[in-house]
């Protein structure tokens, strides 16, 4: 089966690519505000952000993540069809890289043309990481520590996610989109905080939304 593996996720590297050349080109050609693409991306991006986020902290024990990996893999080899294999490699590929797409696309509208740089830098040390990490799991069967390993990814996405609603709100406002009242409170633009009730409002929104799972994935839990 191990071709088909490759089949699938070589498939979905090629169709991200295509995908985030057309994504480029559709924004560049639609001549849409700027203020309002970045809002709209970041907004996505953050959803997509605390979806992943979440994700991660139900499976971040190692029990979770063995039952999820099993129940994928046997669901395909029961349809008796290895292009079964090629689909779940496909998607979960192509799935991650959508993810990356409209994560840095929000990155590049928010860093401007002036620190494009500084983004291509970030991808450029993620991917030698990745490589090496890749290289040493595959060549010495060096075994992650699953659990504390998807729980500080988790809490990154959802601080992240946090991040970009703000900024994507403060976007929406000064394309003229949403509202803006002033409110006292610090202005903290790095970390997406600015003082005005509405971008507030929607960051305690998705902090209480965050609790509010974490606290239901106890409860799951404890009754399991």
């Not at 080109?25 to 849409?32: K, P």
């Not at 990155?107 to 983004?119: H, I």
């Not at 970009?164 to 989109?177: D, K, P, R, T, Y």
């Not at 509010?212 to 839990?221: D, G, K, P």
Request: proline content about 3%; charged content about 10%; hydrophobic content about 60%.
């Amino acid at each position: 089966a191990l071709p088909w593996i490759h089949v699938g996720w070589v498939a979905a590297v090629l169709l991200g690519a295509a995908t985030w050349f057309v994504a480029r080109n559709v924004i560049a050609i639609s001549g849409a505000d700027r203020g309002v693409t970045e809002g709209v991306t970041a907004l996505l991006a953050a959803a997509m952000l605390l979806y992943v986020g979440l994700w991660l902290h139900r499976k971040s024990t190692a029990q979770a993540w063995n039952a999820f990996i099993k129940e994928q893999v046997t669901a395909a080899l029961n349809r008796r069809t290895l292009w079964a294999m090629a689909a779940v490699s496909f998607l979960a590929v192509y799935r991650e890289f959508f993810e990356v797409i409209l994560f840095y696309e929000t990155l590049f509208a928010q860093a401007g043309e002036s620190r494009g740089d500084a983004v291509l830098g970030g991808m450029g040390a993620a991917v030698v990481l990745l490589a090496i990490l890749g290289w040493a799991i595959l060549k010495y069967s060096v075994r992650l520590p699953l659990s504390l390993f998807f729980r500080v990814t988790s809490v990154l996405l959802v601080v992240l996610a946090i991040v970009f609603v703000g900024h994507g709100v403060a976007a929406l406002q000064e394309a003229g989109w949403l509202a803006s009242t002033p409110v006292a409170y610090p202005d903290l633009p790095l970390l997406g905080i600015y003082p005005n009730v509405q971008g507030l409002l929607a960051q305690l929104a998705v902090v209480a939304l965050v609790c509010a799972a974490v606290a239901r994935s106890r409860r799951q839990l404890g009754a399991g």
